[in-house]
């Protein structure tokens, strides 16, 4: 009963929302569970090894946490963040609370490392694209050259904002912070302290298959699986005690015209135009934010850029499907991933 009342909610997408249920296994701590209909996915908590009581209070706190987070992070509806830009475009000061500000602080030294492909101030190009939504596929002609040209040369960067005693200043009145490539790693790194400090040392967070896991599941390592673009899993990968896994793709959220062609949802900011040469890429990493910022870039890095980006990063486990299937990775994410077999025979790996 519990499940089918939680997937009519998701359903009806009534917001935030949580179910709890207790499994246990023969020779298995007890599996605590949560789910969250949050920055427009489902998020599942897992927590291992807690006793009832500890459980209900961690997910009492995620909700809370989960729900301000994703009403203060919005891109487009009311909230702190549609204040911020709106005094931006006014060439205004704006408040910020702790958290934003140190949301803003990964996302400059994210764009600076990724030189540019990662880029939160680029949000009226996302609004002109139509991908400010959680409705997919977007239809319809795409935006004129000159229209994406123009915002393209006012440069708009988080780079551009700075950050004095809790409030933010920018001199570029075309910056527009749209969170939505680091906002859920972000808050999986939230939740991960969370927890830690209820005594919560086995859990996994899981946001739409971008999760951070920490602990164990009783005697064994967490365990995720890694999505195909193409259907199915490549592989699964083992957590090591405490590590973010999160995949960047074109392959779902897209705008399509009357032509049947398809402008994916990731925007190379340098461009303005959607990034095409990667379906998906996946990153491992010790931070949350990290890896989701890392994963929107290599999209947008592509085959001829991608080293570039996972070296200035100094990332180790990356994993890339290209436009035509194959699969790029470094060799540590070889050693890691166990690879399906009913992919084997499908993929190309490259060592690069």
């Given at each position: 009963m519990i499940d089918s009342w939680c997937e009519y909610l998701k359903r009806a997408r009534l917001g935030l929302l949580v179910c709890f249920s207790l499994l246990i296994s023969c020779g298995e701590p007890p599996l605590h569970k949560a789910e969250f209909y949050v920055f427009g996915t489902l998020v599942e908590v897992s927590l291992s090894g807690v006793e009832e009581s500890r459980a209900d209070q961690?997910?009492?706190?995620?909700?809370?946490?989960?729900?301000?987070?994703?009403?203060?992070?919005?891109?487009?509806?009311?909230?702190?963040?549609?204040?911020?830009?709106?005094r931006f475009a006014r060439g205004m000061a704006a408040e910020a609370d702790a958290e934003l500000v140190q949301l803003l602080g990964f996302s400059q030294k994210a764009e600076i490392l990724?030189?540019?492909?990662?880029?939160?101030a680029i949000g009226k190009l996302i609004g002109l694209w139509g991908f400010h939504t959680s409705d997919f596929p977007v239809t319809g002609p795409s935006?004129?050259?000159?229209?994406?040209?123009?915002?393209?040369?006012?440069?708009?960067?988080?780079?551009?904002?700075?950050?004095?005693a809790g409030q933010l200043h920018s001199s570029n009145r075309a910056v527009q912070l749209d969170f939505g490539a680091i906002a859920k790693g972000f808050a999986v790194d939230i939740a991960r302290e969370a927890l830690a400090g209820l005594g919560v040392h086995d859990a996994i967070v899981n946001a739409g298959g971008d999760l951070r896991a920490f602990g164990s599941r009783g005697t064994r390592p967490?365990?995720?699986?890694?999505?195909?673009p193409l259907?199915?899993?490549l592989g699964v990968l083992e957590i090591n005690?405490?590590?973010?896994?999160?995949?960047?793709?074109?392959?779902?959220?897209?705008?399509e015209t009357e032509n049947h062609d398809r402008f994916p949802h990731i925007l190379d900011p340098r461009t303005g135009w959607p990034a095409r040469q990667v379906m998906s890429a996946t990153v491992v990493?010790?931070?949350?934010?990290?890896?989701?910022?890392?994963?929107?870039?290599?999209?947008v890095a592509g085959l001829s850029e991608w080293n570039e980006v996972t070296d200035a990063m100094e990332l180790d486990l990356v994993l890339i499907v290209d436009?035509?299937?194959q699969i790029h990775a470094t060799p540590a994410m070889l050693d890691r991933l166990l690879l399906s077999e009913t992919q084997k025979p499908a993929i190309t790996l490259r060592r690069q």
């Open positions: 961690a997910f009492s706190l995620l909700q809370e946490r989960f729900q301000a987070m994703h009403r203060d992070w919005h891109a487009w509806e009311p909230g702190k963040l549609a204040n911020i830009n709106e990724t030189g540019g492909r990662f880029n939160p935006p004129s050259a000159v229209d994406i040209a123009a915002l393209v040369a006012l440069h708009p960067s988080s780079l551009d904002i700075e950050i004095r967490w365990r995720v699986a890694i999505r195909n259907g199915g899993a005690q405490d590590e973010a896994v999160f995949t960047s793709g074109n392959y779902e959220r897209y705008r990493a010790n931070e949350g934010w990290l890896a989701d910022a890392a994963a929107t870039a290599l999209v436009e035509a299937g």
